[in-house]
């Protein structure tokens, strides 16, 4: 699980804002295409989920993780901020969130 209160949001929001406002973190494809989406919702980090046959859903990361069960999604949103955190702390000293 990922623990909320040792990712530094801001340095989040700002890497998410250099990759264009979203990143997919995980795509579904049985029994519909559903597109899962690191994003920014109103200025702060955000999960949109989005599929064929329904409206795209915001939820914060708090809600996000205290509903999905799929750790192979969680592990994969987990990778995903890890990744967009190492890139925006480039040559810097890094905060893991390990």
């Known amino acids: 699980m990922i623990d909320l209160g040792i990712i530094p949001i801001s340095r989040l929001r700002r890497a998410i804002e250099e990759v264009g406002g979203q990143i997919w973190f995980f ?3 049985d029994p519909f295409r559903t597109v899962y989406t ?3 919702c ?3 980090p955000c999960v949109v989920i ?3 046959d ?3 859903i915001q ?3 708090e809600e996000y993780l205290r509903i999905e ?3 192979r999604k969680i ?3 987990h990778y995903t901020i890890q990744y967009l955190l190492d890139k925006s702390y480039g040559d810097s000293p890094r905060e893991s969130i390990e």
């Open 59 to 61: 939820l914060t990361l």
């Open 50 to 52: 989005s599929g064929q």
């Open 42 to 44: 109103g200025g702060s």
């Open 69 to 71: 069960r799929d750790e």
């Open 27 to 29: 795509i579904d494809f």
């Open 54 to 56: 329904m409206s795209p």
């Open 75 to 77: 592990a994969s949103l």
């Open 38 to 40: 690191l994003a920014l």
